[in-house]
Every structure is written in C-alpha cells, then in structure tokens.
C-alpha cells in the first residue's frame, strides 16, 4: 500500500486555538479528503478537495474549517477556533480518480481539544 | 440526505464460524462499497471492495454480495479467527464516501 503520511500524529490545543492539520501526498493521487472519527464513533465525511478546489463538503464542514494546499505539495486542514467537540482523529485519504478507487488512509492525526 | 445503515452493532462469534455483517445504503449514485477493518488507535484498512457492476466478489475467507435493488451489501467471514477481532466499517460512495456506524466484532477462542 503505497505510503500516506499525516503530520502531526498528536495535537493538544486549547479550546479557541487555531490547528493547523497537514496530509502529505504521493504521486498519481489527484482527489483528496478529509475525514473526522470522534471516539468509538464512525468515520465521518469532511470535504474533498480537487485541483485546488473544494469539490464537496458536508454538513460537518462549517465556516471554521478551510482545507488548501498551501505550497502545491502538501494537503492542509485548518480549523479556525477549536472547540472542545472537534476533539477526535481526522485521517486524510486520497484517490487517484472521483468515482471507483480505492482510497488511501493516512494514519491520522488525534487532536485533543481541552 | 446520504445514509448507510449497518447492523448488528456488536457481534460475537466463536472461532472458526462464520459472520455476516449486513448493510444498506440510501443514495442511488453510490456505485462503490468498500469495507474496512479498524484496530484500536489504528486507520481503516480496506478488506474488499465491490463495484457496482458486480454482484458478489470474494477474496479467500473473506466475500462481499451487493444487492443494487434492494440498496443492500453484506460481509461475509469464513472460518473467523481471533485476529479478525476489530471494527468492521461498510461504506457507499458516489462522490464521497458514507461510512455506517460500524460492527464491533469479537471472535472467541
């Protein structure tokens, strides 16, 4: 499975703080998504992102989130002022194309709001 | 708006029966149905994936069945083993994936 690294592994902020979450991309791998799992919970579509676009979001993806790929390299995940709810794993994953691939997962970053 | 339902929530099996995981999906687009294992503290491992083009796919112990009718597909596990134990996740995807709620499966020696 070709390598999907996220950075960092674990963040602790203070609720109102701004985080800035970061997915390293692999070649081939055009389409790429964010993704939220609190605790022992399901995985939950963020927002999918395609040549500098959002492509969707959910309803989860408000105004304090924004994702770009700030230097054409990496994939970022930015959330504004974080709330003690936002604590939870986020996974970023890519895809070579929109519809039937399969997607790759990074390891996630744990994000610990208090 | 998009949903996938997964039953049962919990499953409990002895070594070397087999288990069923059932799920259903609400959005006619959706034309792929990967499923995924999680460890604990771990990221989901896709297991198998089914295209809507196909009914059935199996990969050794390991086979899925897609019903586009009914908007229902399942898991199925043979000869379960304990390292099989994890958080099984169905998911539908047109443009973005929906993930059910997930199968927390315990296989017993």
């Known amino acids: 499975e070709p390598e999907v690294t996220q950075t960092p592994s674990h963040q602790v902020t203070q609720m109102g703080q701004e985080v800035i979450l970061r997915c390293v991309p692999i070649s081939n791998h055009l389409y790429f998504y964010w993704y939220r799992q609190i605790l022992g919970q399901k995985v939950e579509f963020l927002v999918s992102?395609?040549?500098?676009?959002?492509?969707?979001k959910s309803e989860i993806f408000d105004d304090q989130f924004s994702v770009e790929r700030p230097d054409g390299s990496n994939f970022t995940l930015k959330i504004r002022s974080t709330k003690l709810e936002d604590s939870a794993m986020y996974f970023c994953a890519r895809t070579r194309d929109r519809g039937y691939n399969e997607q790759f997962f990074g390891p996630g970053t744990r994000l610990t709001v208090l | 708006g998009e949903n996938v339902e997964q039953h049962p929530s919990t499953l409990s099996v002895q070594e070397g029966d087999s288990a069923v995981i059932k799920c259903t999906y609400s959005d006619s687009a959706s034309n792929y149905f990967p499923w995924y294992k999680q460890e604990l503290g771990k990221r989901p491992q896709l297991i198998i994936d089914?295209?809507?083009?196909?009914g059935e796919k199996k990969d050794q112990r390991i086979a899925v069945t897609l019903n586009k009718t009914a908007k229902h597909f399942s898991l199925h596990i043979t000869e379960t083993q304990p390292e099989d134990s994890a958080v099984y996740f169905c998911?539908?995807?047109?443009?973005?994936?929906?993930f059910g709620a997930g199968t927390r499966l315990f296989v017993k020696a």
């Open positions: 998911a539908a995807r047109s443009f973005k994936t929906i």
């Open positions: 992102f395609y040549n500098n676009e959002i492509s969707e």
């Open positions: 089914i295209r809507s083009n196909v």
